[in-house]
């Protein structure tokens, strides 16, 4: 296993990493930005045809591994669609992905998104999902299984295309804090997630959450089920990631979590002292992992997140200067 992989399994296992901080994107837009360009995805590749995208997705994982060579990525997460965002790929091409990037033998984890696990909705049934939660939970219950037995699969093969950690996203909480109810929560969310989670093991694969949110009152039970970390630990929700990590000590990997927004609007120095700050509070003990609190969107200034990553190679070892 490369150092950089080593790092970030370290820090999911909930060990301190050797040498230095792991650095992961959950969603990370700016391929071109550091590679000149040729990075193929979204509606340009649903526009290609059959042999196109062959070639289009070997291109892109040699990108992708110039790019986090450059950058210093210990995992690089597959493209999917978390929105109608450039960067989506339909999910069978994903796995062909991330089979070429298993045969270049990359030195970082290779991480894809995956479902099973209920989350509050983002589409127009908002509503409606809220009066079932309370009218129908038989029905809804239906509705966690059958969402749980297609996220299993899913693992499968992950593992099968060599894919070595996954995330679900399943966001549990708004910015004044969970969205479901305790009763709901112990039915409907968190049996599932901890059986997601069994699967992810069986499969070989690093279990990780994503949710956004103000998750404080639910960080206990989010580890009871497992989970080797967590991703977001939402700034604008008011998750102090620091309080975050005293409360959790070495028992959930905090992943993330320089402000999404401020890499988009900040300066260069406002950034670097943001990641350094964070750095110096989290870092100690292991079991963090430097990220975006979500994605890193097109748009984003590129010297803005170089400044996170010079910071990050100034402030992140572990050794001994």
Same mark, same amino acid.
């Given at each position: 296993?490369?150092?950089?992989?080593?790092?970030?399994?370290?820090?999911?296992?909930?060990?301190?990493?050797?040498?230095?901080?792991?650095?992961?994107?959950?969603?990370?837009?700016?391929?071109?930005?550091?590679?000149?360009?040729?990075?193929?995805?979204?509606?340009?590749?649903?526009?290609?045809?059959?042999?196109?995208?062959?070639?289009?997705?070997?291109?892109?994982?040699?990108?992708?591994?110039?790019?986090?060579?450059?950058?210093?990525?210990?995992?690089?997460?597959?493209?999917?669609?978390?929105?109608?965002?450039?960067?989506?790929?339909?999910?069978?091409?994903?796995?062909?992905?991330?089979?070429?990037?298993?045969?270049?033998?990359?030195?970082?984890?290779?991480?894809?998104?995956?479902?099973?696990?209920?989350?509050?909705?983002?589409?127009?049934?908002?509503?409606?999902?809220?009066?079932?939660?309370?009218?129908?939970?038989?029905?809804?219950?239906?509705?966690?299984?059958?969402?749980?037995?297609?996220?299993?699969?899913?693992?499968?093969?992950?593992?099968?295309?060599?894919?070595?950690?996954?995330?679900?996203?399943?966001?549990?909480?708004?910015?004044?804090?969970?969205?479901?109810?305790?009763?709901?929560?112990?039915?409907?969310?968190?049996?599932?997630? @901890?059986?997601?989670?069994? =699967?992810?093991? #069986? $499969?070989?694969?690093?279990?990780? *959450?994503?949710?956004? /949110? +103000? !998750?404080?009152?639910?960080?206990?039970?989010?580890?009871?089920?497992?989970?080797?970390?967590?991703?977001?630990?939402?700034?604008? @929700?008011?998750?102090?990631? =620091?309080?975050? #990590? $005293?409360?959790?000590?070495?028992? *959930?990997?905090?992943? /993330? +979590? !320089?402000?999404?927004?401020?890499?988009?609007?900040?300066?260069?120095?406002?950034?670097?002292?943001?990641?350094?700050?964070?750095?110096?509070?989290?870092?100690? =003990?292991?079991?963090?992992?430097?990220?975006?609190?979500?994605?890193?969107?097109? /748009?984003?200034?590129?010297?803005?997140?170089?400044?996170?990553?010079?910071?990050?190679?100034?402030?992140?070892?572990?050794?001994?200067?």
């Amino acid at each position: 296993m490369g150092v950089r992989k080593e790092q970030l399994v370290s820090a999911l296992e909930h060990r301190a990493p050797s040498r230095h901080v792991p650095l992961w994107e959950l969603h990370f837009h700016l391929w071109n930005a550091f590679s000149g360009g040729g990075f193929v995805s979204g509606r340009d590749y649903l526009n290609l045809s059959t042999a196109e995208r062959d070639r289009a997705l070997h291109r892109d994982a040699l990108i992708m591994i110039q790019v986090a060579d450059h950058l210093g990525f210990s995992g690089v997460t597959i493209p999917d669609s978390p929105w109608d965002c450039v960067y989506t790929l339909p999910p069978e091409d994903r796995l062909v992905l991330a089979g070429y990037l298993r045969a270049e033998s990359p030195d970082f984890l290779i991480i894809a998104g995956c479902g099973g696990v209920m989350a509050i909705p983002d589409s127009p049934d908002y509503v409606e999902f809220c009066y079932r939660l309370m009218d129908a939970p038989d029905e809804v219950e239906k509705q966690c299984e059958a969402k749980l037995q297609n996220g299993l699969q899913s693992l499968q093969r992950y593992a099968d295309c060599g894919i070595e950690a996954a995330y679900v996203a399943a966001d549990m909480a708004d910015n004044r804090g969970p969205f479901f109810s305790g009763s709901q929560m112990d039915r409907f969310i968190l049996p599932y997630l @901890a059986r997601w989670t069994e =699967g992810a093991r #069986k $499969a070989g694969i690093l279990p990780i *959450l994503h949710t956004d /949110g +103000n !998750v404080m009152d639910l960080l206990e039970d989010l580890a009871a089920t497992g989970i080797c970390g967590i991703q977001a630990l939402d700034p604008v @929700a008011g998750m102090d990631i =620091g309080e975050v #990590k $005293a409360a959790m000590g070495n028992r *959930l990997c905090l992943c /993330g +979590n !320089v402000d999404c927004g401020a890499l988009i609007r900040s300066s260069p120095a406002q950034i670097h002292e943001l990641t350094k700050d964070l750095l110096l509070s989290c870092k100690p =003990g292991g079991c963090f992992v430097l990220g975006a609190s979500n994605a890193v969107v097109d /748009g984003t200034p590129k010297e803005n997140y170089e400044a996170m990553v010079r910071a990050w190679r100034e402030n992140g070892s572990y050794r001994s200067p």
